[in-house]
């Protein structure tokens, strides 16, 4: 009975076991082998892949220049402590004034010549203020566009990205059905050897057919490696977007993108992020000309003081003082420094207005392009469905004349490898077609509405 209880407990204790193994090791490996959707492999790349982080630490510090920018408009505070000792007759009557312990017998010139050594301990709280300075105000508001051009290159970034994980994504797709290609091949392949087989056998065909079929049947099977190589890769690049360092499997489920017209797309890329930030960066180099002209402006400003002086130890008080000075600054000419700054803000906003305009004309003629590589691929679809089904049919009509002994093997093979072929034109044109849809949701800027919704 007690040997039966012991077994009782190490069967519990197993099964105990098991379980918290399980709920330790079991979820990660299930995550492991989780396939991902389009729309979650996005949502992942945009959370962990390094460009975005990057770009998003840009933007962060693009919105504290904000706050940088702004901070001149506080006072500062400032607090000091010093020591001074010192024979000096200059210093040593400034120091007895400050600490308050002058008196009439310090008049006495020999007094006055040979002073003595004396320390002093200075202790000082000291404030600025500003009260009117243009410049600042007008960085506050160049911070701000900054930001705002940063924020809209953001989103840039995140276009791309998801274009080039909907590219990784259609690139495992599409090697994914290579891969079903080729092994169509091994079995067509294996059927041709299984004919010239029973004819060798049967005493209607050669040995050499026989050789040639196997040969075609060895082939196949490198192509199938090749292709599930090429599988492995596209997964493994996939993850590398993905901000992982291990492969990504998916669930082959593509959206399909219904197409509009060209004007559609064209007055989508005129309004594009990046056409944005460039603009914003336009508008900022106007600005910067009103920052150098902000400087034929006076500054005005606050300024202020309290002060403890001590002959015997810091932050002592023996002496108090305070002071309050309002300044004016008013450079009237420094040369011809600000006329050519001028000069070269003006010749920037030039710059940059150009670099606008091509950007502009670049993205219209983009789209213009990408449209017509969609229409031109689409087509190429429908005439590659049409060579392949040409292709089964003369591959089925020689594979019947070769088991009656009418086509030789060579034929045969021909018209096999020629299958092949249009199969996996086919599945390349539907590629390239994919591609081209991509590629002008991209270029129109229109790509996260269309892949991200």
Do not use: C
């Not at 029973?198 to 490198?222: I, M």
């Not at 130890?313 to 450079?331: C, D, N, Y």
């Amino acid at each position: 009975m007690i040997q039966k209880t012991k077994n009782v407990r190490l069967i519990l204790v197993f099964i105990m076991t098991v379980n918290i193994f399980y709920s330790v090791f079991a979820p990660s490996a299930v995550a492991a082998e989780k396939k991902v959707s389009l729309l979650e492999a996005i949502n992942i790349a945009l959370k962990h892949n390094n460009e975005i982080l990057a770009a998003k630490n840009s933007l962060y510090t693009k919105q504290k220049e904000i706050a940088i920018a702004r901070s001149y408009l506080f006072p500062t505070l400032t607090f000091g402590e010093t020591y001074m000792g010192t024979n000096n007759p200059v210093y040593v009557f400034m120091e007895k004034l400050n600490e308050q312990e002058f008196s009439a017998s310090d008049f006495n010139i020999n007094q006055l010549n040979n002073p003595g050594f004396r320390n002093d301990f200075q202790t000082s709280l000291s404030f600025g203020l500003p009260i009117f300075a243009r410049p600042i105000n007008i960085g506050i508001k160049m911070a701000k566009k900054e930001f705002a051009s940063q924020k809209k290159e953001y989103t840039r970034e995140k276009q791309t990205i998801v274009y080039n994980v909907v590219q990784a994504y259609l690139m495992i797709y599409t090697a994914k059905q290579y891969v079903k290609v080729t092994q169509k091949a091994i079995k067509d392949a294996e059927e041709h050897l299984k004919v010239a087989k029973a004819r060798y056998k049967a005493g209607l065909g050669l040995y050499s057919d026989v050789l040639r079929a196997s040969t075609a049947v060895t082939e196949a099977k490198e192509n199938l490696i090749n292709a599930k190589t090429n599988v492995k890769i596209a997964e493994r690049a996939l993850g590398l977007l993905l901000g992982m360092s291990n492969s990504v499997k998916i669930t082959n489920q593509y959206p399909k993108i219904y197409l509009q017209n060209i004007n559609y797309y064209t007055k989508k890329a005129l309004s594009r992020a990046d056409i944005k930030a460039l603009n914003l960066q336009y508008q900022n180099a106007q600005n910067n000309i009103s920052l150098i002209e902000s400087k034929y402006f006076p500054t005005i400003g606050l300024n202020g003081s309290y002060q403890m002086n001590d002959n015997s130890s810091p932050l002592g008080s023996e002496g108090t003082s305070w002071m309050m000075i309002v300044a004016l600054q008013w450079k009237w000419f420094n040369g011809t420094k600000r006329i050519n700054e001028i000069e070269k803000a003006k010749a920037q906003v030039k710059e940059v207005k150009n670099y606008l305009n091509g950007l502009t004309k670049q993205a219209e003629y983009n789209v213009y392009k990408s449209y017509l590589d969609v229409n031109e691929a689409k087509q190429a679809v429908a005439l590659a469905k049409s060579a392949l089904k040409t292709a089964k049919e003369g591959e089925r009509l020689v594979s019947v004349s070769y088991a009656n002994g009418i086509a030789p093997i060579v034929d045969l093979l021909d018209t096999q490898v020629n299958l092949d072929n249009s199969r996996a034109n086919l599945v390349a044109k539907k590629n390239a077609y994919r591609l081209s849809i991509i590629k002008l949701a991209y270029e129109s800027g229109t790509i996260l509405k269309d892949f991200y919704k």
